[in-house]
């Protein structure tokens, strides 16, 4: 091994003084101090550093009378090298910074500005609200509509900020992937110093700095176990291939970035992470912070913190998970979206719907539409336990649905005459119902985008209504007594437009729709008689079973329509609807009249029909 290789190694791992010491012998070795100058000065600055935070470290926690203010850590900060990389050719790579947020309404602007206000330039902010009830959401709404740097995207479950971290992963585009939570800040200089960090070293993968806790109403340093700052978890900066590589966060409530840390250093090894020893980031502390379960207060400047049962058990889990599996599996077990829990732990932990019941999901799909299928069954197949895929029309069965396996069942109906249409999406549940098996039972289009959280949020929006309604996300209300299908006077929830609370419906179009099977006792497709019409036909099987239809809140643009060049039902029936308008009006009544004797007078579900109490249309 050179020399040079040797010291770098020693410098990486934080060996300053050994790696000073190599550093020194090739100077004097080559007789010049300029190659190897930058290395010698970081080491001499970390030796001292090392020293003096000793000294004072020991004084405070012998007496605690001394207190560190953030303009000291700010003075430590300026007194260090920026790191400019001179290798570094063209222009610096995009950035994506990741802020999951939940009711932190108080605190979100700032810490979006402390990004915005960074010294590093190609940069976007993702901002990902985890199912917030404050204005959090409308805060950060707000600044990134005056400026493109600022995206905002809002999950419709409360699901937990490792899997709001995911989502946002996914839908960033940067090179470089940061995080920071939404009650945090960081020093102007954080971006700019870690990517230098990163960049510094071609074997780097991942890049971290260190962070101090602050008291909100004194504005001081909180020591943390005798330290004023240490190496943190949430600094960490990772290259996106990271995620390609070895899968995403596991979707705990807590803990998941200390067991990606230690994947990291099972895949890649501990010398591939650069560790920037500067205070660069800093967290508030607040009682309902993620680590509050760890904290002991000893006074107002110091706390001690320690690992909770529920970490400490989870610790024991992914240990066990890494040590034995093989690394190239490890992709597979931590794969995003997910509805179910990757690993064993407590309950505390875990905000995914964990179904105990199978999830089909049903799609009826036509050949124009082959590049929104892939799309839709890329976003859907870690959600579900199986897919019924019925292909109206298609010459062959695509690839991407051959790869699915024993996933997917697939029926290809090539004789047009045959074709039973959209249909297609209930030949299952007339199987299941059949065969006794119960399950979430999904209808899916191939012309809608659905998120990563959809499944999650469908299944704890049927779980609400204790497994007895149908829910959806389009949905219509008609007249009492209806005479035309697509009337002029019915009202429309569109699946794209926000919807404050769920709503009480008589339709929901199918392309949205989730219930358990068990909430009907039979069914037969032959009374679907009609192809293009599974809309009216399910509807109406609700109305005959007692079935709430529940059209489900959500924000601007959940979901959304992918359906260019391609005719729709509605493009299709709006002006010929005379089949569907006769199966409406042989099933009056309508209107909010039929939908009364399902509330069975529970007090949770009268704001289901938002109307004055003695209105009965």
Known sequence: MSLFKRATELFKSGNYKDALTLYENIAKIYGSESLVKYNIDICKKNITQSKSNKIEEDNISGENKFSVSIKDLYNEISNSELGITKERLGAPPLVSIIMTSHNTEKFIEASINSLLLQTYNNLEVIVVDDYSTDKTFQIASRIANSTSKVKTFRLNSNLGTYFAKNTGILKSKGDIIFFQDSDDVCHHERIERCVN??????????????????????????????????????????????????????????????????????????????????????????????????VEWVDENNIKQKTSDARQNYLHEFQKIHNERKLNELKEIFSFPRIHDALPISKEMSKLSNPKIPVYINICSIPSRIKQLQYTIGVLKNQCDHFHIYLDGYPEVPDFIKKLGNKATVINCQNKNESIR????????????????????????????????????????????????????????????????????????????????????????????????????????????????????????????????????????????????????????????????????????????????????????????????????
């Open 197 to 294: 960090a990163l960049l510094s070293n071609k074997d780097n993968i991942a890049v971290r700095c260190a962070y101090s806790r602050i008291n909100l109403e004194t504005q001081n340093i909180i020591k943390v176990n005798d330290n004023k700052y240490k190496l943190g978890l949430i600094t960490l900066g990772v290259y996106r291939k990271v995620f390609n590589e070895i899968g995403f966060f596991n979707c705990t409530t807590k803990a998941s970035d200390d067991e990606f840390y230690h994947r990291i250093i099972k895949y890649y090894g501990k010398n591939r992470i650069n560790n920037l020893f500067l205070p660069l980031y800093y967290n508030t502390m607040r009682e309902d912070s993620l680590f509050s379960d760890m």
């Open 422 to 617: 959209d249909n297609g999406k209930f030949i299952l549940l007339e199987k299941l119902i059949k065969e006794n098996k119960d399950g979430y039972y999904i209808t899916c289009d191939d012309d809608i985008r659905y998120p990563a959280d959809y499944i999650n949020t469908m299944i704890k929006k049927i779980n609400k209504y204790n497994d007895k309604a149908a829910i959806g996300l389009h949905g219509v209300i008609f007249p009492s007594r209806v005479n035309k299908y697509f009337s002029s006077d019915r009202i429309v929830y569109n699946f794209q437009k926000p919807l404050e609370n769920d709503t009480a419906v008589n339709i929901l179009g199918t392309g949205t729709v989730a219930f358990r099977v068990s909430i009907f006792n039979k069914f037969s497709l032959s009374d679907f008689e009609h192809p293009g019409m599974v809309d009216i036909y399910f509807s109406i099987l609700c109305k005959k079973n007692n079935i709430l239809q529940v059209c489900i809140s959500r924000p601007s643009n959940w979901l959304t329509e992918d359906n260019k060049n391609t005719e729709t039902l509605f493009h299709e029936f709006q002006n010929r609807d005379e089949i569907q308008s006769k199966l409406i009006i042989s099933n009056n009544p309508w209107g909010y009249s039929s939908i009364y004797p399902l509330l069975n007078n529970n007090a949770n579900y009268s704001e289901l029909i938002p109307c004055l109490s003695f209105y009965n249309e």
